[in-house]
């Protein structure tokens, strides 16, 4: 004799195979949302050694931001084992973009002998401008140098930089 209240019925075939289903939709959602937050949107990550120091630069879009608008980190480790590049972080920061980023570049834009790195970002839309972010690091000390906003995507980044710099040589 059952306790009065206590539902002891056992599940039908029916019932036993729409909980299966429910099961499967339910892991499969699961496993989805695992893949889209692995996948983190398909951001763009730029990476370069650096020709002063060999060690390894890395500029990538913000972790989960629309593609077109956010920030970008750019992020500088010392030169160590190639199978391990990325173990030491010396040193980074973190800037707005308006855009994707495009292009890691290095050019000695301030003509002090030692390379800047360049970064730059083109507008979504027509894709006809860029921003050009130009940043020096000197040790562990990474500072932005100058930056151009806006500029026509057809002309010449690092010499726009110097020209800005006053260094159009």
Known sequence: MGCPGLNTAVPSVKQKSFMK????????????????????????IKTG?????????VVAEGDYEPRGIGSYTLRVYAKNDPAYPYDEFLTGTIRPRNGTVES?????????????????????????????????LRKKNLQLVTSIAGMDANKDAVQALKKKLGNNK
């Open 49 to 57: 050694l650096f020709p002063q120091t060999k060690g390894m630069i």
């Open 21 to 44: 289903k429910i099961a499967l939709l339910l892991a499969a959602l699961i496993v989805s949302a695992s893949s889209i937050a692995a996948d983190n949107g398909g951001r763009v």
């Open 104 to 136: 890691l570049k290095f050019a000695d834009v301030d003509h002090d002998g030692n390379p800047e790195i360049i970064v730059t970002t083109r507008y979504v839309g027509s894709g006809n401008y860029v921003t050009v972010d130009a940043f020096r």
